[in-house]
């Protein structure tokens, strides 16, 4: 069982940057692949990033390629989502998420909103 808390939500103006963080319980959240969902008002969860194990191998939404940044501290048991020029298109719930295997878990989701 691994539980998720994502923080690090809020307001900013468009081009701005903020940074979310995941904090996992348990002593196999190195073992988990991270990603982060995020979901706005009327649309469906997206994929926003992930990041392997290690940390060697990230992939992005190609709305989100060279803007946001995903990284891992695997002795902190927390995986970050840098956001920088922030759009207001960007303005969702994200949501943080542990996979391995058939297992997957979520976090609570973190609001951020982007205002024009």
């Known amino acids: 069982q691994v539980q998720l808390v994502e923080s690090g939500g809020g307001l900013v103006q468009a081009g701005g940057s903020l940074r979310l963080s995941c904090a996992a319980s348990?002593?196999?959240?190195?073992?988990?692949?991270m990603n982060w969902f995020r979901q706005a008002p009327g649309k469906e969860r997206e994929f926003v990033a992930a990041?392997?194990?290690?940390?060697?191998?990230?992939n992005y939404a190609d709305s989100v390629k060279g803007r946001f940044t995903i990284s891992r501290d695997n002795a902190k048991n927390t995986v970050y989502l840098q956001m920088n020029s922030l759009k207001p298109e960007d303005t969702a719930v994200y949501y943080c998420?542990?996979?391995?295997?058939?297992?997957?878990?979520w976090g609570q989701g973190t609001q951020v909103t982007v205002s024009s």
């Open positions: 990041i392997n194990w290690s940390g060697g191998s990230t």
């Open positions: 998420n542990a996979a391995r295997g058939a297992s997957r878990y």
């Open positions: 348990g002593r196999t959240f190195s073992s988990y692949g």
